[in-house]
């Protein structure tokens, strides 16, 4: 059977839909619906790589690290990445499994623990904007940037909050295995969360404490294994203009010229769609031939022409 590739990045509303059911089967049951609709994919010709937010999972485990302290070290948060990688991809590996199974499709589902080389200069590091663990007084947030380093920022009066850098990712260090498995016909779950965030040292690679954007990571690894087609799975079903009010116009095409145009004024909400319509025009600039944005339940008629946005060259 002739497949065609496709990365497929997959929002982690997909993972965690309700904040009150986090336990570990539910977040199976979601991944399980999720799982269903990319073997709708594979039925249809395609060989997917999947990835994958991971913020709600790094936070329970930065949870659990702080409940433990008093008896275990605490994690550094490349390790974390580690951690809900290997478990997230093993949770898509079982249910995809068995979706295609049930489709009578015989493939093999590899999830890859993935690194993504970051710059230490890069700007982010210099104003860290991503909030991650829990919430805690002053006190306690003097305590951890006294005694650990940590960049530390109140949150809209709810308390302290630790805050990494997000940088740019340039290289995904296992580009050339998940090219393999994909020319052998797996489906690959990769660059879970954005991929670890490492940088060089010496002939080798250090873990850096910093949270790499899934979507940014998402496009880097489309272009670097050439395929032609980028799905980004969202919470909603197309990107809209005026999203939210009366005047809220969905948008079902859209070139280059146009998301540009949208975004430089602001349509799309910074710490939401806007990344999501970034990464699109990186993986089209550089070579990608179109970009669709939409709902997992819509993702198959997407790819069709027939449902979400579509940004194109």
């Known amino acids: 059977m002739i497949t065609k590739g496709i990365v497929v990045a997959v929002g982690g509303n997909a993972l965690i839909k309700d904040k009150h ?3 570990v089967e539910s977040q199976s049951d979601s ?7 990319i073997a709708a994919l594979v039925d249809a010709g395609y060989t997917p ?5 991971n913020g709600p999972q790094v936070g329970f485990l930065l949870r659990r690290a ?3 302290l008093s008896e275990l070290p605490a ?7 580690a951690d809900t990688q290997g478990a997230t991809g093993y949770l898509f590996s079982r249910n995809l499994r068995g979706c295609l199974a049930d489709k009578g499709i015989d493939r093999q589902v590899v999830a890859v623990v993935t690194q993504s080389l970051v710059d230490p200069d890069d700007p982010a590091f210099a104003e860290p904007s991503k909030p991650i663990g829990s919430f805690m007084s002053e006190e306690e947030a003097r305590e951890h940037e006294e005694k650990d380093g940590w960049v530390l920022r109140e949150d809209s009066g709810r308390g302290w909050r630790r805050v990494v850098a997000s940088p740019q990712p340039l290289d995904i260090l296992e580009r050339q295995v998940i090219g393999s498995l994909v020319d052998s016909g797996c489906v690959v779950v990769a660059c879970g969360g954005g991929g670890i965030p490492v940088r060089r040292e010496g002939s080798g690679y250090i873990g850096v404490e910093a949270v790499i954007d899934k979507d940014f990571a998402s496009a880097l690894l489309a272009n670097q294994l050439g395929v032609e ?22 948008l079902h095409e859209l ?5 540009e145009k949208y975004l430089a004024e602001g349509q799309f909400g910074k710490g939401s769609m806007a990344p999501k ?6 993986f089209l600039r550089n070579g990608g031939r179109r970009v669709v944005i939409t709902s997992l339940e819509k993702l198959r008629d997407a790819v069709d022409g027939k449902a979400g946005t579509v940004i194109t060259r």
């Open 31 to 37: 991944i399980m619906e999720s799982s269903e609709c």
């Open 255 to 259: 070139t280059i010229e146009e998301a």
């Open 229 to 250: 087609d980028f799905a980004i799975c969202t919470a909603v079903d197309a990107v809209s203009l005026n999203y939210n009010t009366p005047e809220q116009v969905d």
């Open 66 to 68: 702080e409940l433990a």
């Open 277 to 282: 319509v970034q990464a699109a025009i990186n």
């Open 21 to 23: 059911q986090i336990s």
């Open 75 to 81: 994690l550094p948060l490349d390790v974390l990445g």
């Open 49 to 53: 790589v999947i990835t994958h937010g």
